[in-house]
C-alpha cells in the first residue's frame, strides 16, 4: 500500500484524480492512502439535499458522488482517501466501512477518549456529538474518497448546515478535549490504525 502525503490540496482537483486513479488502475497497481488538509470547502453526496446548506456564504460547495449529504472540510482537518481494490481484499463495503470506523475509534482511544458508532449513521461520535465522517464511492470494486476526523478547527462552517443532513447534530473535534497534537500527529496516528485494520495485500501480477 502506497501512503502519499498531500499536505493542504484545493478539493476538486484532489477528487478528480481520485476519479482518474480509480478508473485507470488496474489489478497490477498498489492501492493507496492519500492524507490531505482542504481550505474550506463544503461536499453534497450525489442523493444530497441542498436545503441541508442553511446559510449562503462564501465557502464553495462541491456537488460529488460520494454517498451522503453535506459536510465541511478545512483546515486543522485530517482528511484521508482510501483507494482500495475491494476485490482482492475480500473486502464488502460494509466490512469497509466498519475497519475504517474502529481505526478512528482506536485512534481516539490513544487519547484516552471514548469514541463509538450510531446506527444508521456513518461516522464516530462522543457522547452522541460528531468528531469523524465517512464517504465513500466504490466503482468496479474499487474504492475511492474516505474519513475525516476533526482536530484542531474553526467549526462555525458547520453551524451553517445540518451535518451529514442531521438538524442540530453537534460537531466537536480532538482540541476540545485537551488534545494538543497537531494534525499531522494525529494523522500518522491514524494510518498506524489503518494499515492494522487493513494490511499489506499483493497486488495480482
Not at 23 to 51: C, F, N
Not at 64 to 86: A, M
Not at 173 to 197: I, M, S
Amino acid at each position: 500500500m502506497i501512503i502519499r502525503a498531500l499536505g493542504r490540496v484545493p478539493y476538486e482537483p484532489t477528487w478528480r484524480a481520485m476519479q482518474e486513479f480509480t478508473t485507470l488502475r488496474d489489478a497490477s497497481m498498489e492501492d493507496e492512502i492519500w492524507v490531505v488538509e482542504h481550505p474550506p470547502v463544503y461536499t453534497l453526496g450525489q442523493a444530497g439535499k441542498p436545503e441541508h446548506l442553511l446559510h449562503q456564504t462564501e465557502i464553495p460547495l462541491v456537488q460529488i458522488d460520494r454517498g451522503g449529504q453535506i459536510t465541511y472540510h478545512g483546515p486543522g482537518q485530517v482528511v484521508v482517501y482510501l483507494l482500495l481494490d475491494l476485490h482482492r481484499r475480500h473486502l464488502k463495503v460494509r466490512e469497509m466501512v466498519n475497519l475504517m470506523e474502529q481505526s478512528l475509534i482506536d485512534c481516539i482511544a490513544d487519547y484516552g477518549l471514548k469514541a463509538e458508532r450510531q446506527d444508521g449513521a456513518p461516522g464516530v461520535y462522543i457522547d452522541g456529538a460528531k468528531i469523524a465522517a465517512l464517504g465513500l464511492r466504490v466503482r468496479n470494486g474499487r474504492s475511492y474518497h474516505g474519513l475525516s476526523l476533526n482536530v484542531d478547527m474553526d467549526l462555525t462552517p458547520f453551524t451553517w448546515i445540518n451535518p451529514c443532513g442531521y438538524s442540530g447534530l453537534r460537531t466537536i473535534q480532538l482540541k476540545d478535549f485537551g488534545v494538543t497534537d497537531a494534525p499531522e500527529v494525529v494523522a500518522q496516528r491514524l494510518l498506524g490504525h489503518l494499515q492494522r485494520h487493513f494490511p499489506e495485500v499483493p497486488p495480482t501480477a
